[in-house]
């Protein structure tokens, strides 16, 4: 494993962290504290890393040449806490939206600030990298399989006659998520570089 693997490893997991944090942060002012109360409304790595998830997972793509993906130990949110018909769906979307803004937020230093500052090109590179990594975790949580945000979204969002529909994903979510993994991922890379262009400017 290279240095930029471990780099692009390190950046990742922290976008993962952030990631689960938005849902913690997002669920207490909806009206659930539990994550609050659990400690996990920090930005700590340690309070977040799954050893699985947050370790293996990536190592093994990173060796395998695959597109590089994480996830951080989910928080813990009681929906039956939360206040509005949305909420859930609301607290499910919260971590993708957080890292579309970083996402966002570092393309448009590549575009406004490293455009007319004369800056290290490794500066742009690291923006860069932490524009497309969470781009991927964006695109990959959105998924409707869980226990991915995608499919919170949905069921928040499913009339309950199709509560079968439900019950099927999240009885073979987890063998449908590694099959996504192993087999599928590569759909996601052109999505990911058509918005990485369109947010850099960079190709």
Known sequence: MQI?????IAIVL????????????????????TARLAGRITLNPVKHIDPIWSVFLPVVLALSGAPLFAMAKPVPVNVYNLRG???????????????????IFFGLMIRIIFAHVFLPVTLVQVSAIIVLMNIHLALFNLLPIPPLDGSHVLFALLPYKYIAVRHFFERYGFILLILFIFFLSDVLVPIASFLFSMITGLR
């Open 4 to 8: 930029v693997d471990i780099f692009a």
């Open 14 to 33: 922290f976008s993962a962290v952030a990631h689960e944090v938005a849902h913690g942060y997002t669920a207490n002012k909806l009206g659930d504290p």
């Open 85 to 103: 018909k949305w909420a859930e769906a609301i607290v499910s979307a919260a971590g993708p939206l957080t890292n579309l803004a970083l996402a």
